[in-house]
């Protein structure tokens, strides 16, 4: 080949190779499930380690309590109460803006480093494909998420607890992909001149697709700001074993069995949130070993009050052909069917807000399957929400958290053992991943026919066949898209 021919040859490269990636991009993502989940829609990868806002927004202050100038003080001390959570769109026309805000996070839509520039824009095709199918699940549980004002709900009771404990405090909510981003809510708490910062992740065990994505943004935000660097701050990175939480769980199951004709014969069907296998696995992810042990502490405060039912365990909301945490729920409920369970209580154990997941997810799509599988009696827990235990459990594990703790007055808050596991945001981002790394892919085993690990198998060999033929169009110069008179546009 003539050395003149070589740029022309390396830029049709390049550009197959652009389209390969995308093929690639796009092909995963539609493989994927309609149904939202715990970000209120399914990436392609659990989110994580987001390093900025990705949609441009005004900044919204987060109306949930008092104006802080009559705010009394413990000593010098501003207190400040930081709730996390992801967000999800509050009517139909901000579904796909939302979208966008999730795809361009480089952390669920990985490309390589070399097509980072084609970040947005792919989030912007791919949010544009999937908004029609999204806005369907929002539409049939009334036309948004209700996380924001749940969220916000919860954010007014914690503050009336933490007042009525004596610990004056401002709460507020920051979520990361939809208002009121986790950014406004920090520069509101710069306005307020907030000194020392709690900072809450409402879930209830951690993981590093949810709580570690939030404390990574907080972590480049903390670096880049100088007040914030000066700011006192403490994190509770989880807190599913704390007694006022179980007991509060077990008083929501103990109710919703009492709706059954023979409460003893119900099955109690715990359903978490699922992240892909190689989270826990290769990268370490806690979450399964804590769903685990959150799951044994509910039945044990169960079984003292001789409610001793069989239960289950599972994990919904998989999405794409990568294998996720097992056993799957909606696999589960088909095999609980067979063998004979009549009665179904679905507790959603890994969320404390009423969302898509569990209102169009599990009672509506669970439920039918559960009833078409021979189940015939479902009943479900409805989330925390408000519930009074567990919110006063929540502002004792805030006061908890406090370096002063032992000054303030709270009733035998220095005779019980804390169960918070407390730390700053940088040594819990060193403990859960102190190399910083990327997610390794997952690990998947070789399946042959129509199964997941099949369809990815498969997906891989028909893109080498498609590299090797792009190879020789551009090497030979014959083949069906010079044929087709694609490829000499380039020339």
């Known amino acids: 080949m003539p050395l003149r021919h070589l740029p022309l ?40 380690l987001v390093k900025r806002r990705l949609f441009p927004v005004e900044a919204l202050a987060t109306p949930t309590v008092q ?26 026309e901000d579904v796909q803006p939302f979208l966008f805000n999730l795809f361009a996070d480089p952390d669920i839509i990985r490309l390589p480093r070399l097509f980072s520039f084609l970040q947005k824009p792919l989030a912007k095709f791919v949010s544009v494909l999937r908004a029609p199918k999204s806005k369907e699940g929002y539409a049939s549980i009334g ?29 507020y909510v920051g979520m990361r992909y939809w208002h009121p981003f986790t950014e406004e809510a920090i520069e509101q708490i ?38 914030l660097v000066k700011m006192q701050h403490t994190v509770i990175p989880s807190w599913y074993q704390r007694e006022g939480y179980i007991n509060a769980m077990a008083n929501l199951i103990e109710k919703e069995m009492k709706g059954f004709d023979c ?22 992810d806690p979450y399964k070993a804590e769903m685990e042990e959150c799951v044994d502490l509910i039945m044990e405060e169960l079984e003292k009050r001789k409610i001793t039912n069989a239960y289950t365990l599972a994990y919904q909301s998989r999405v794409g052909p990568v294998e996720w945490l097992k056993p799957y729920t909606d696999e589960t409920i088909v095999e609980l069917g067979k063998k004979g369970v009549k009665s179904l209580l679905a507790v959603p154990i890994s969320f404390v807000s009423e969302h898509i997941e569990t209102l169009e997810e599990i009672d509506v799509e669970y439920k039918e399957l559960a009833l078409n599988s021979g189940i015939e009696k ?25 370096p002063y703790v032992g000054a303030m007055a709270v009733s035998n808050l ?13 040594e819990l981002l060193a403990a859960y991943d102190s190399q910083r790394r990327e997610l390794p892919p997952p690990v998947i085993v070789w399946e042959w026919g129509w199964t997941k690990s099949a369809e990815t198998w498969n997906g891989r060999a028909a893109m080498l066949a498609v590299l090797l033929l792009l190879f020789l169009e551009v090497t030979t110069g014959e083949g069906f898209l010079h044929q087709w008179g694609i490829l000499p546009l380039f020339r």
């Open 378 to 402: 479902w009943g479900r827990v409805p989330a925390l929400g408000t519930e009074p235990t567990f919110i006063s459990d929540l502002a004792d594990a805030v006061i908890e958290s406090l």
């Open 67 to 92: 104006d802080f100038s009559d705010t009394p003080l413990i000593g010098d001390d501003k207190i400040g109460v930081l709730l996390l959570n992801l967000g999800g769109p509050e009517t139909l």
């Open 190 to 227: 710069k306005r307020d001149g907030i000194t020392k910062l709690v900072v809450l992740p409402l879930y209830p065990q951690f993981s590093i697709s949810t709580s570690g994505s939030s404390l990574r943004l907080l972590e480049s935000i903390f670096r880049e700001d100088e007040y």
């Open 143 to 171: 036309g948004g998420s209700p996380l924001r004002r749940i969220t916000d709900a919860q954010a007014e009771e914690l503050r009336k607890s933490l007042w009525a404990k004596n610990v004056p405090a401002k709460v």
């Open 414 to 426: 220095e005779a019980r053992q804390s169960l918070v596991p407390l730390g700053s945001v940088e």
């Open 263 to 284: 409460p003893e014969k119900v099955m109690i069907f715990f359903s978490a949130h699922g992240v892909p296998l190689a989270y826990v696995e290769e990268a370490g």
């Open 9 to 48: 040859l390396l830029a049709r490269i390049t550009v197959l190779l652009l389209a390969s990636v995308l093929v690639l991009v796009i092909s995963s993502l539609l493989l994927g499930r309609s149904t939202s989940g715990w970000f209120e829609t399914q990436p392609l990868v659990a989110e994580q």
